[in-house]
């Protein structure tokens, strides 16, 4: 029993270092100026994040997106902007977390309200210029 569960052990291993490598492929074949963004957008969809954990929405499926700030847990003082997709269909995703970064287009580690109401802002501003409601919630 103890060999097995050695055994995998490194099975699990493998399968970290091969996401990883993936995901670290995926970001090294970009831009700089796109390593760093949020939305990435094509003509009729929007993909959220890179790698294995993008997740794609067509356009002329979202009803409404809500957006809402607050202090990141665990943190000395950072702020943290929220997003979630509403679809017609009545399911919503997930609040996706981001922080400066969509505002300075690089690695940011302690981000004020400020800043993230600019962020928000920026990305309210790139759904709307594609017809796709937007909330600003507290």
Not at 45 to 57: A, E, W
Not at 106 to 119: Q, R
């Amino acid at each position: 029993m103890g060999s097995y569960m050695i055994i995998l052990m490194f099975i699990l291993i493998a399968i970290a270092i091969v996401f990883a490598t993936y995901n670290l492929s995926i970001i090294k074949s970009m831009s700089p100026e796109d390593r760093y963004k949020l939305l990435y957008f094509t003509d009729d969809q929007v993909s959220i994040g890179l790698g294995l954990m993008k997740r794609t929405y067509k356009l002329k499926d979202i009803r409404e997106v809500r957006f809402s700030k607050g202090k990141k847990f665990r943190s000395m003082g950072s702020w943290a902007g929220r997003m979630k997709i509403c679809l017609l269909n009545g399911k919503t995703s997930r609040w996706i977390e981001f922080d400066g970064t969509v505002y300075f287009k690089k690695m940011v580690y302690i981000t004020n309200e400020e800043i993230i109401d600019k962020s928000i802002d920026i990305l309210m501003n790139e759904f709307k210029s594609r017809g796709i409601q937007c909330n600003k919630y507290k």
